[in-house]
């Protein structure tokens, strides 16, 4: 298995308080990734890196910001979070992006906002 | 990357081979075809990927149509730990930094 270890794997946070969300690979991987998971909508991409202190947008951004000083640690942080982001987020690793890289998944981290 | 088309659920006996299609009738020449799987409580996980052979790995067997517009993905015996949702996925050989994109995927029922 892909060494990518997410912390924390439960949480629950009140409405408008800010939560990091961390993970952490030993791979030496350039490319990772954090999808979110909802019922109905399946994995949804938030953000990606593809090497230190280089970001992008995923399709759901909003209300999220990442950062990634390190190559083996990628932190997703909700500012202020909302009760739309309850939800299983889960961070993807990548040797590149090419159509050969296979992505490897963490196991989650199940965010709940009351 | 161009669209895929899959049931969304199929059910299979456990011992027995599954065949999980998908649809990609607008597949370009320089698509890939990837397939991952994700069981329970569990990210997912890739399963294989080809392009216009068919391929075999220790998880599963992908077969292509000759036109390429569909493809199945073979589990030769099906177990319970294959109970899962499967994602067929396109990826462009000159895809540059776009990541991958999932849509809903086929969620196998495994019958004892």
């Known amino acids: 298995d892909a060494g990518i270890t997410q912390s924390p794997r439960h949480k629950v946070t009140e409405t408008g308080t800010p939560v990091t969300l961390r993970c952490h690979q030993t791979e030496n991987h350039r490319y990772m990734y954090w999808y979110r998971q909802d019922p109905g909508h399946g994995l949804r991409l938030i953000h990606y890196?593809?090497?230190?202190?280089?970001?992008d947008k995923g399709e759901v951004s909003d209300g999220y910001s990442v950062s990634r000083s390190k190559t083996e640690d990628f932190l997703l942080t909700l500012e202020s979070a909302t009760s739309s982001q309850t939800s299983v987020y889960f961070c993807a690793i990548s040797e590149s992006i090419t159509y050969n890289s296979p992505l490897h998944f963490g196991n989650g981290t199940r965010l709940t906002v009351t | 990357d161009a669209k895929t088309t899959q049931p969304n659920s199929m059910e299979s006996n456990e011992e027995e081979p599954v065949h999980l299609p998908c649809n990609h009738s607008t597949i370009s020449g320089t698509d890939y075809i990837h397939w991952y799987r994700q069981l329970p409580s569990q990210g997912p996980e890739y399963v294989i990927h080809?392009?216009?052979s068919n391929v075999n790995n220790r998880m599963a067997s992908l077969a292509i149509a000759e036109d390429r517009k569909s493809s199945t993905l073979i589990l030769h015996r099906a177990t319970l730990r294959d109970a899962a949702v499967y994602y067929c996925?396109?990826?462009?050989?000159?895809?540059?930094?776009?990541?991958?994109?999932f849509g809903k995927g086929t969620r196998l029922s495994v019958i004892a």
């Open positions: 080809g392009l216009t």
């Open positions: 890196s593809y090497g230190v202190k280089d970001t």
């Open positions: 996925i396109l990826r462009a050989r000159n895809s540059g930094n776009t990541p991958l994109v």
